[in-house]
């Protein structure tokens, strides 16, 4: 069975130029989300959808940060412009809703690095 | 506000001998608690769970304990093999519905042969 899959796996960009990342999560998975990790910190989570409506999307930073996921299926994660403090990892995770462990299963993330 | 805390950033063992990876949280709310493991590049994989109803879940050589009302929680590795060395993150939730996890900041196991 294939994992969550996420590209790009590393991005370069200068501040205030626009990026985008996206995400395929595990066939049958409707619930997907979004984190950014800092270097040193455990991810936190951005939003988090259910097929494809936003169900908490609290601590996306709105101004400059925009997601969607057409279908139910894959996600799209934009940033726009980017700053420096924008340099991370951003994991994509999906689970089965329903499931008894509510596990997520993670992507192996992309690294964005903003210069 | 860190409510999952993880106060050791690194761990160092002896193949062969018990792992002890630490988590503390605030919230009393939390009732759902899960242990990750991450290697480079790599996203964090799960490895074992546990209920607030619980105070211990066991999985092969992992075992995970709860102590609610000192709210933390531990993982045991026995016995610690190599391949074991990687980063480790403890997660908490409030209730089964999907709800939001909150993560630690991870401990970096090292197992020496």
């Known amino acids: 069975e294939a994992g969550v899959v996420q590209s790009p796996r590393y991005k370069i960009i200068e501040k205030k130029q626009p990026v985008a990342f996206w995400c395929n999560p595990i066939s049958g998975h409707n619930t997907l989300y979004w984190y950014r990790q800092n270097l040193g910190q455990g991810p936190e989570l951005l939003i988090r959808y259910e097929n494809e409506e936003a169900v908490d999307d609290s601590q996306l930073p709105k101004d400059r940060f925009s997601a969607e996921r057409l279908k139910g299926v894959d996600s799209t994660l934009k940033i726009q412009p980017a700053e420096l403090g924008d340099s991370a990892v951003y994991l994509c995770?999906?689970?089965?809703?329903?499931?008894?462990?509510?596990?997520?299963?993670f992507g192996p993330g992309t690294r964005l690095t903003v210069t | 506000d860190q409510q999952v805390k993880q106060n050791s950033p690194s761990l160092s063992v002896q193949e062969g001998r018990i792992s002890i990876l630490n988590c503390d949280y605030t919230n009393s709310m939390f009732d759902y608690f899960l242990w990750y493991k991450k290697y480079p590049a790599e996203g964090p994989t799960f490895l074992i769970s546990i209920s607030s109803i619980k105070d211990k879940n066991e999985d092969g050589r992992f075992t995970v304990f709860l102590n609610k009302s000192a709210k933390h929680l531990s993982l045991h590795i026995v016995p610690s093999q190599p391949g074991d060395s990687a980063v480790y993150f403890c997660?908490?939730?409030?209730?089964?519905?999907?709800?939001?996890?909150?993560f630690g900041t991870g401990t970096s196991l090292t197992v020496i042969p």
């Open positions: 995770a999906s689970s089965e809703y329903g499931s008894a462990s509510y596990e997520q299963y």
């Open positions: 997660a908490a939730s409030k209730g089964l519905s999907g709800n939001q996890f909150y």
